[in-house]
């Protein structure tokens, strides 16, 4: 224990600290390679832009297009706070904190449960 908190805790917050600045790292400069391509086509980053397509978003990459870049990258902001909570949930399982286990499960049943409904509702 370090300062009455176990340090497999105090381990698992540093690693979701770097995770979630790689995490933002990562989003950022994929959504301003996507802005800069905008720019490079003429395309005014305010003008919209085409609706998700998970099926398209390779082939888009693969031909620099800019809204797989942006695309990209707010799916990367999307999943920090999942990838967040599921790596404490596995820390509070090592640590065998059962109480917490069940909130974070909690919470990725909330998630996934938010998620399922808006793919499955129309606008």
Known sequence: MIGGRPAG????ERAIGRLLIGI?????VLMLIGVGLL???GISPLSGGP????????????????SGFIWLG??????????RVTVAL????????WLMVGVSTGILL???VAIGSALVSTV
């Not at 933002?24 to 950022?28: E, N």
């Not at 397509?53 to 800019?66: C, I, K, Q, V, Y």
């Not at 820390?91 to 065998?96: G, L, Q």
Request: proline residues 6%; negative net charge; charged residues 20%.
């Open 39 to 41: 720019i490079a086509r």
């Open 51 to 66: 609706a998700l397509d998970l099926g398209r978003l390779p082939s888009e990459l693969l031909a620099l297009g800019p």
């Open 24 to 28: 933002t790292c990562v989003s950022v």
């Open 90 to 97: 596995f820390a509070y399982a090592r640590d065998e904190d």
């Open 74 to 83: 707010l799916l990367a902001v999307i999943a920090a706070p999942i990838a």
């Open 9 to 12: 805790v105090l381990r698992a």
């Open 110 to 112: 909330v998630i996934a």
